[in-house]
Nanobody, 123 residues
Framework: QVQLVESGGGLVQAGGSLRVSCAAS????????MGWFRRFPGKEREFVAA????????YYADSVKGRFAISRDNAKNTVILQMNTLKPEDTAVYSC????????????????WGQGTQVTVSS
């Protein structure tokens, strides 16, 4: 089992950058694919980015491609989402998730979830 805790959210102006982190505890972190999802008020979770167990394969939603970058450090049990050129429409609660290394785009592929961290982008 894996426990996930996000940090690094906050308030930033449009065009700015934020880095959100996900710290994992428990066994087997390096075996899991890791994903970031976001939730807008009153809406379903939306896929943002994912990375496979080794870090060699990365996946992004079209809406963040070229602006966001996902990375992981298996020695530190950490996943990072670097968010650049932020837009007001990126405002959401961002959650990390751990799961099997299949269908990275689907929330159903992930068994473990963090509580989330709020990211607010002002115009």
């Amino acid at each position: 089992q894996v426990q996930l805790v996000e940090s690094g959210g906050g308030l930033v102006q449009a065009g700015g950058s934020l880095r959100v982190s996900c710290a994992a505890s428990g066994r087997g972190f390096s075996n899991y694919g890791m994903g970031w999802f976001r939730r807008f008020p009153g809406k379903e979770r939306e896929f943002v980015a994912a990375i496979n167990w080794s870090g060699r394969s990365k996946y992004y939603a079209d809406s963040v491609k070229g602006r966001f970058a996902i990375s992981r450090d298996n020695a530190k049990n950490t996943v990072i989402l670097q968010m650049n050129t932020l837009k007001p429409e990126d405002t959401a609660v961002y959650s990390c998730a751990a799961g099997g290394n299949v269908d990275y785009y689907s929330a159903r592929s992930y068994a473990y979830w963090g509580q989330g961290t709020q990211v607010t982008v002002s115009s």
